[in-house]
């Protein structure tokens, strides 16, 4: 990840755990997200569907598209396949 992506990650890691903690209890386990055929949402576990719900958010998750770039949410995306 270049240095700009491990910001953006940090970034979004704390806002996802913070946002998840103040409405469900408890943040979001992001391991293994891309091994099912689908998100908890119901939509196909792409990275492009997640790459979307990064930037514009949906339901308690808030859109990042004015804290991160496409490229941001891109390397997201790559670091999530990471926890597979």
Do not use: W
Request: with cysteine; aromatic share 6%.
């Amino acid at each position: 990840m270049r240095s700009t992506a491990k910001h953006s990650m940090a970034t979004f890691a704390h806002a996802v755990m913070t946002t998840s903690t103040q409405t469900c209890g408890k943040p979001p386990n992001l391991h293994g997200v891309f091994l099912a055929k689908s998100l908890p949402s119901g939509a196909p576990a792409t990275d492009e569907q997640v790459r979307y719900t990064i930037i514009a958010g949906l339901r308690t998750m808030p859109a990042f598209a004015q804290m991160l770039s496409e490229a941001d949410a891109s390397d997201i995306v790559r670091y999530m396949h990471k926890l597979n």
